[in-house]
């Protein structure tokens, strides 16, 4: 007992105490960038969270403002714990937001915001997506585990009253079509969506996509559809338990940014950022949440006695770079420190290898990108991240890093051995999977239509 007490109050104490500290530029920051033409939402962290009585809540947790009303309306939610739903949001944004009003929705900070119980103990200051985000920086993927599968337990001992926040929130904006790209909250969009008769796709951005499938039950209406990214058996294994029929399942290829599918000037990209054209290029890249992995391995890169230029991504953690920026660099290793941003294309494009941990995006990101990985096991892996690690490294695309002292055997091979690194590369270009860009509108004007049709008949 005396544990558990212990446990709860380190629970509460250190994101009250840290959680100014985090995930906050001056108590705000955007999602997605303004880009012309799509119907970008408000959407960004708050100051504080909003109060968690249950009076008025539609008031407080109301629908953006639509921007043509003419066109057909698309709700995405999304989340901010991680990076990978960001990037896949916005990448819909892109490839439906010129034919819908796409409207993307944090669910944690607006329908779902009465139930966040981290933000009522900690008076509004962190939410459940700040803890886990601060779970990913400090590499504690053990405890991130175990906080996702106790979130997966509360989230449906209050299934119920979710499904009431999502019809209330649905009632002012008249949603044509709903799409989740997070877990966790599928039985209750699922629920509500029927109730509604409003069409429900579910995109998967992991490779095990089992927290996508809770509280989702059968039987599935014809308005339901879950997308995958490879047709592979251990994939399908995956989400078995869930009993979606297969001709609801489509497989649509791994939800990219636009930006990865177009052609690279190589030698162009390389002179604006400012990486020499005669040095191997190692990319660090842990997530955007930002990792104090990234510093382990600058620190340890610097003492490998290789030449190379080393591109370090901080994500959304800026006060690595401060630390960073400490290192004493040896005469032949130079150093790039890239912020949050979205130009993680080009700097794959111009990399020899990529060291990153073993998120869904990132290794497939890696993967169109033709990028060698080394993926980091050193600290453990969140248990729902492994099947990327195992998939990765079966196909051939990757090598798994459990100890750092043997990547100084490991990296060397990707700058000396030509024939290895061409094998790696031809694998991935050999690899076969469908393109998400070219599947995804089809599919959402197929779902809409059919469901106009319902309708109408």
Known sequence: MKKLILTLICLISIPLVLGRRFNRQNGRLRLFSDKPGLNHPITTFRKKLPKRSRGSRAARYGPPALSDKKKKNIIV????????????????????????????????????????????????????????????????????????????????????????????????IKPDLIISVMPQINGALQEACH????????????????????????????????????DDPEIWEKFKSAKIPKELVSVTGFPLRPKFFTQKNVSKIKKKVGVPSDKPVVMVFMGGAGSQASYRYMRLLTRLNITMHIIVCLGRNERLKRNIKKIMLPDNVTISLIGFTDKIPQLMAISDVLITKPGPNSVCEALVSVLPMILDQTHGTIWWEQLNIDFMVKHGFAESLTDVNNLAKILPKYFENTIFTDSVQKKMRAFKCNKFNELIKPLVDKMIQQAVAQKAG
């Not at 990448?91 to 944690?108: C, T």
């Not at 429900?200 to 209406?221: A, E, R």
Request: include cysteine; charge should be negative; hydrophobic fraction near 40%.
């Open 77 to 172: 939610f999304s989340s901010t714990g991680g990076g990978g739903h960001i990037a896949v949001a916005d990448g819909l944004m892109h490839y439906l937001g010129d034919a819908y009003n796409v409207m993307v929705v944090n669910a944690f900070e607006t329908v779902f915001a009465p139930v966040d119980s981290f933000g009522t103990i900690t008076f509004g200051r962190v939410s459940a997506e700040d803890f886990y985000n601060l779970c990913l920086r400090c590499g504690w993927t053990n405890l991130a585990g175990h906080y996702s599968k106790v979130g997966e337990s509360y989230i449906a001992s209050k299934h119920n009253f979710l499904v009431s926040l999502v019809i209330q929130y649905f009632s002012n």
């Open 195 to 230: 109730k509604q008769n409003i069409p429900f796709l579910v995109i998967t951005n992991d490779l095990d996509s089992t927290t996508y499938t809770c509280g989702l039950k059968s039987p599935y209406d014809k308005n339901f559809r879950y997308c995958i990214p490879f």
